[in-house]
């Protein structure tokens, strides 16, 4: 007959293993293609969805980064030049850590409202309130 700690033993060895360090949120990486000597984000409409922010948002932000002219067309995002995925990814990467994710507790649980002339990030998860830059 077994005792207790073998039982205990044999049950912990048929679990599964726990994956730790998983989080909530990632920030999602541009997937497109370059056609001519344009540049296609197909998944553009489901970015701005993650981020919770309006498309002219991240649109201003993008074309002034990359310097290119472009438009949204219904969930793709068109630009007018080649520019590698890469590029496009690190500019989505500083967006999100900057108008995205709380600078306090890391968290994307956050509304961009303006106050006076001042447009403020509030985090809904810690309730910090952080000034963010208006000219994109």
């Known amino acids: 007959?077994?005792?207790?700690?073998q039982l205990l033993e044999k049950a912990k060895a048929s679990l599964p293993e726990v994956k730790e360090n998983v989080e909530r949120f990632e920030i999602p990486?541009?997937?497109?293609?370059?056609?001519?000597?344009k540049t296609i984000i197909s998944n553009f409409g489901n970015i701005v969805k993650i981020f919770n922010?309006?498309?002219?948002?991240?649109?201003?932000?993008?074309?002034?980064?990359?310097?290119?002219?472009?438009?949204?067309?219904?969930?793709?995002?068109i630009l007018g030049r080649k520019i590698s995925s890469s590029l496009i990814n690190s500019k989505i990467d500083q967006y999100?850590?900057?108008?995205?994710?709380?600078?306090?507790?890391?968290?994307?649980?956050?509304?961009l409202m303006k106050e006076e002339r001042i447009?403020?990030?509030?985090c809904a998860a810690c309730g910090a309130r952080n000034p963010v830059r208006t000219k994109i």
């Open 119 to 122: 447009t403020m990030m509030k």
């Open 29 to 37: 990486k541009a997937t497109g293609h370059i056609q001519g000597n």
């Open 96 to 111: 999100a850590h900057e108008f995205v994710l709380c600078q306090v507790c890391k968290k994307p649980d956050t509304l």
């Open 53 to 77: 922010r309006p498309p002219e948002h991240l649109l201003k932000y993008l074309l002034k980064e990359l310097a290119t002219p472009g438009n949204i067309d219904g969930p793709r995002l």
């Open 1 to 5: 007959m077994e005792t207790y700690e």
